[in-house]
Nanobody, 119 residues
């Protein structure tokens, strides 16, 4: 019943931009911390950006200044705008929604969207 669906990935040239979307159903992102992660083949999954239920944002140093995370409450969607893309950004990007309420932890993952940046 709970589903997070990422979209917006694709093939882009170095220096280009993409806007990734994480659309939720079955839950309301209000009250969740939402994060974008990425994982390249053979590498660990790393946090890219996060936004809290209160709207506080944070970014990995590798994307600081190039990435912007935002949310649209009406669309129940969180976005990741990526600019000045470089080949090292190539990875599967996944979103995660996380909350702890009354001592109960819940988190959900999407299936991911592929971002490929060509040289």
């Amino acid at each position: 019943q709970v589903q997070l669906v990422e979209s917006g990935g694709g093939l882009v040239q170095s220096g280009g931009s993409l806007r990734l979307s994480c659309a939720a159903s079955g839950i309301m992102l209000r009250g969740f911390d939402v994060s974008w992660y990425r994982q390249a083949p053979g590498k660990q999954r790393d946090l890219v950006a996060a936004i809290t239920d209160l709207g506080t944002t944070r970014y990995a140093e590798s994307v600081r200044g190039r990435a912007t995370i935002s949310r649209d409450v009406a669309k129940n969607t969180v976005y990741l705008q990526m600019n000045s893309l470089k080949p090292d950004d190539t990875a599967v990007y996944s979103c995660n929604a996380d909350r702890t309420l009354l001592g109960v932890h819940r988190d959900y993952w999407g299936q991911g969207t592929q971002v490929t940046v060509s040289s």
